[in-house]
């Protein structure tokens, strides 16, 4: 890990407040100090200038110097001064990506197979439906135009892949030099101060790549697809736009090779690679108050020689507080002494939550069965049940139900648990035939074997349907759930009135007459903003 200068800060700089207290322990110290002695109060007035002896002035003062210099040092450490920083490297989730694809009739060339069109259109769909990240998505011909603006939410730009086509665009022809910095100016919009631009083109010029060269120079990175057969490209040009932007060229391929080659083939490969990814290596301010307690240390020695040690406990107890740290991920509890009982429950919790997800029940319950919650309780009676141990699942589900009388799942489990009881109860007292002959015992193993695989074949079919009452309990909950959450209105926050109600019908209705035509909605969006730039240029369609 490397370590760099940075300029001097504290980090806690609440701590510092307390500074404010010194002045006043130090006047209670000097005041305590100075107070006449208590054998004034017995010894006569006119004997007490031979016998006691006069406070100084000065008495005091080295214990107030010594308490005030422990007391700012503590304190000064535990506002977490911090002079370095340490490189690390910062990972968002995902990154921030545009699509630009070109719409121009070029497109619609078979050349490859079915077509270009609808190769770009899987190439964008295999990139949209992985991403995880932020997303923008342009088209463009002369001019560009978006489609959906940026989103972390990359599947919703895939909607409009199938209605993406020339028929939708106001114009015809191509301009990749536009798209680059629109796409850079749609990035800059949203924030983002980098990013990847990748550009599905069918031919580029000088002033794709002066406009690559511009967004390299801004921060964002410039890819490109060549979509055609290798023979009917200008691949040198389109080379030349990612080169001048950072980024890498391919041709698209019938497989997922030339996504592989722009690292855009999955999520795991785009986080792999820097140049494809808003990720860097940023730096952490480090806590350097731990370079102080030698010094705390030195100043506590002096406290058990004046009686103070009180103090210097108090002190110590602190200094955990002000321990080197470094970034701690979000969710992972700090290890500390100080954790409360409900704290250390919760920590136990997410552990027995995270055996349980894993399968291993028999660890879950072990972390569960200390638990007294109704919840935790419900949990570890559905660990039990997991590991068959059917009579003790019960015995906690009353629990759970004791302590929550609404949980309804526990009531169901517990009824699903107390009928697979009574089968396996049932199956092992069932009595067996006696045989009368030899024969008979012979075949008694063959017997036994029929017997076991029946009650196997039997288990099996009570576990389905359990496990079919508990897909249709949650399905219930799910649709119940939706209904009571369609009953309210969003802006009130109350549950609908009957004239809402009919009101809101009749408009549903009216809805569903709405003809569902997402590239006539494209077609239009486009035209009104290539009408508006038109009427911002003085211009006539």
């Not at 322990?25 to 100075?34: E, T, V, Y």
């Not at 399968?359 to 972390?367: F, I, N, R």
């Not at 009531?411 to 092992?428: D, G, P, R, Y």
Request: glycine share 6%; charged share 25%.
């Amino acid at each position: 890990m490397n370590f760099d200068p940075a300029p001097f800060l504290f980090l806690r700089p609440m701590w510092l407040l307390l500074l404010a207290i010194i002045p006043v322990i130090a006047w209670l110290m000097l005041r305590s100090a100075r107070a006449p002695s208590v054998w004034t109060q017995y010894v006569d007035p006119h004997l007490q200038d031979a016998l006691l002896e006069k406070p100084k002035a000065t008495r005091g003062i080295a214990a107030v110097v010594w308490m005030s210099c422990l007391l700012a040092v503590t304190i000064v450490a535990l506002a977490g001064p911090s002079f370095r920083q340490s490189e690390q490297p910062l990972w968002e989730r995902g990154g921030v990506i545009v699509v630009a694809a070109e719409m121009s009739s070029d497109v619609l060339s078979n050349d490859i197979q079915p077509s270009r069109l609808l190769v770009m259109h899987q190439k964008m769909a295999a990139v949209m439906s992985k991403w995880e990240g932020t997303l923008g998505f342009i088209a463009y011909t002369e001019q560009p135009f978006t489609v959906t603006p940026m989103t972390e939410d990359a599947r919703n730009a895939s909607v409009f892949l199938d209605q993406l086509s020339p028929e939708v665009m106001p114009r015809n022809g191509k301009n990749p030099a536009a798209a680059i910095d629109y796409a850079v100016d749609l990035m800059r919009r949203d924030g983002q101060s980098s990013g990847v631009i990748w550009l599905l083109a069918t031919d580029a010029d000088d002033a794709a790549v002066s406009a690559a060269r511009r967004a390299r120079a801004q921060g964002f990175v410039v890819s490109v697809s060549g979509v055609g057969a290798n023979g009917s490209l200008n691949t040198s040009a389109m080379e030349a736009v990612a080169n001048a932007g950072g980024g890498t060229y391919a041709t698209v391929t019938a497989n997922d090779s030339d996504l592989k080659q722009l690292a855009l083939d999955t999520t795991a490969s785009a986080k792999s690679s820097n140049r494809m990814l808003n990720i860097r290596n940023g730096f952490v301010r480090q806590d350097n108050g731990f370079w102080l307690i030698p010094i705390i240390l030195l100043l506590g020695l002096f406290a058990f020689r004046r009686r103070q040690a009180a103090a210097v406990v108090l002190v110590f107890a602190l200094i955990p507080m002000f321990a080197p740290s470094t970034a701690v991920a979000q969710g992972v509890p700090s290890a500390t002494a100080w954790r409360t009982q409900q704290q250390q429950n919760a920590i136990q919790a997410q552990k027995a939550d995270a055996a349980y997800k894993a399968g291993d029940y028999e660890t879950a319950a072990q972390l569960y069965e200390p638990l007294v919650t109704p919840q935790h309780r419900y949990n570890f009676a559905n660990s039990l049940a997991k590991m068959g141990k059917y009579s003790e699942a019960i015995k906690a589900y009353d629990q759970a139900i004791a302590g929550n009388p609404k949980n309804t799942d526990a009531k169901i489990n517990k009824a699903l648990v107390e009928a697979a009881l009574k089968s396996q109860v049932n199956s092992f007292n069932k009595p067996a035939e006696k045989p009368s002959t030899k024969q008979g015992q012979k075949s008694s193993a063959e017997e036994l074997r029929k017997q076991q695989e029946a009650q196997q074949r039997k288990r099996d079919q009570e576990r389905k349907a359990r496990e079919e009452l508990e897909r249709q309990r949650r399905e219930a909950q799910k649709k119940d759930a939706e209904k009571k959450k369609d009953e309210i209105n969003p802006l009130t926050g109350k549950h609908y009135t009957p004239d809402e109600k009919v009101a809101r019908g009749k408009l549903n209705e009216d809805l569903r007459k709405v003809e569902d035509d997402p590239g006539g909605l494209l077609r239009a969006k486009f035209y009104l903003e290539y009408i508006r730039r038109l009427s911002q240029q003085g211009g006539t369609p």
